[in-house]
């Protein structure tokens, strides 16, 4: 079993910052895909960004690329989350993912067999 443990959500005024972190723990051994995948009131979870293992590859939903930044250190399976001129449309709970992977990511929440608490950002405008 592997768990994640998410921190640094909050409330931000709009074009203000916020970084998420996910830390891994239990049995983790090998390379791990991470994502973090996010859901607003009334609407279906969606994929904000993923990372391979290595951190060489990553995948931006179109809403957030140049504004998010998603990195790892897969030596402690880590993943953050670095969200700059944040949006009101950007509040959600954000939940971090992470599964097993030789190379590359999954961009489908249904690949991801362990998932964080979630964790509330709430941007203000």
């Known amino acids: 079993q592997v768990q994640l443990v998410e921190s640094g959500g909050g409330l931000v005024q709009a074009g203000g910052s916020l970084r998420l972190s996910c830390v891994a723990s239990g049995r983790t051994y090998g390379n791990y895909a991470m994502a973090w995948f996010r859901q607003a009131p009334g609407k279906e979870r969606e994929l904000v960004a993923a990372i391979s293992g290595s951190g060489r590859t990553t995948y931006y939903t179109d809403s957030v690329k140049g504004r998010f930044t998603i990195s790892t250190d897969n030596a402690k399976i880590t993943v953050h989350l670095q969200m700059n001129s944040l949006k009101p449309e950007d509040t959600a709970v954000y939940y971090c993912?992470?599964?097993?992977?030789?190379?590359?990511?999954?961009?489908?929440?249904?690949?991801?067999?362990?998932w964080g608490q979630g964790t509330q950002v709430t941007v203000s405008s």
């Open positions: 993912a992470a599964q097993r992977a030789y190379t590359g990511y999954y961009t489908r929440d249904s690949l991801y067999d362990n």
